[in-house]
């Protein structure tokens, strides 16, 4: 069972340079989100989806573009990469938006933007 | 809107000793709290929930939280530290539009 998972692990970006990180869950999980990690900041929502097909913008989206066309997977594409995106990443996925549902995370994306 | 602050940003203990790390939370609704634990270069990992069935909620690895509706608090305790219990715990709460909100972090420090 793996649950969530993505790739890569690490990644060294150059500024101006785009890239995917992606997110898979065989969970079928309908609500999937990504975070960034920043110190002291705890975790930040970048954008979130409530289903294949819908997705809208979190806390810090400026930057970041995600789609979601199928249940399992939710990319999420940094266009331009900039130093401010220096970071790591997590996706998580939940069984719904329900108040109570417990949310699933990988095991992140560490990303250096040069 | 919802929201959580956790109170110290770094908890020092020695092994053995009580684990008190603080969180507050701010809802108008009757709020949905959780507790994650970060392992060094991990994702998290649900601790414990908070779901109105229950004020003292037991989790994973001997840990448990009370919810206090007068404090507004729902601190994680742990009667006695253990030297793998250092990680980052991260207090969260389900706002009524689905978004998970997570505290700051607090970085537990256990000493032998």
């Known amino acids: 069972n793996a649950g969530v998972t993505q790739t890569p692990k690490f990644q060294v970006l150059k500024t101006g340079q785009s890239m995917t990180l992606q997110c898979a869950q065989d969970?079928?999980?309908?609500?999937m989100s990504w975070y960034r990690q920043d110190p002291g900041m705890g975790l930040r929502l970048i954008h979130y989806?409530?289903?294949?097909?819908?997705?809208d913008q979190g806390e810090v989206p400026n930057g970041y573009n995600v789609s979601r066309s199928t249940t399992e997977d939710f990319p999420l594409r940094l266009l331009s990469a900039a130093p401010s995106q220096t970071s790591v990443y997590f996706c998580?996925?939940?069984?719904?938006?329900?108040?109570?549902?417990?949310?699933?995370f990988g095991q992140g994306t560490r990303l250096t933007v040069v | 809107a919802q929201s959580v602050t956790q109170l110290g940003s770094h908890v020092s203990v020695s092994e053995g000793a009580l684990v008190l790390l603080r969180c507050n939370y701010s809802?108008?609704?009757?709020?949905?709290l959780f507790w994650y634990v970060q392992y060094p270069n991990q994702g998290l990992q649900l601790l414990l929930k908070?779901?109105?069935?229950?004020?003292l909620v037991k989790g994973i690895n001997g840990f448990e939280a009370e919810f206090k509706k007068s404090e507004t608090s729902f601190h994680l305790t742990k009667p006695s530290a253990h030297m793998s219990d250092a990680a980052e715990y991260f207090c969260?709460?389900?706002?009524?539009?689905?978004?998970?909100?997570f505290g700051q972090g607090t970085t537990l420090q256990v000493k032998p």
């Open positions: 969260a709460v389900r706002s009524n539009t689905g978004k998970l909100i």
């Open positions: 908070y779901t109105s069935a229950a004020t």
């Open positions: 969970m079928n999980h309908e609500y």
């Open positions: 989806s409530v289903g294949a097909g819908i997705t």
């Open positions: 998580a996925s939940s069984y719904s938006s329900g108040l109570g549902t417990e949310a699933f």
């Open positions: 809802s108008s609704v009757p709020p949905y």
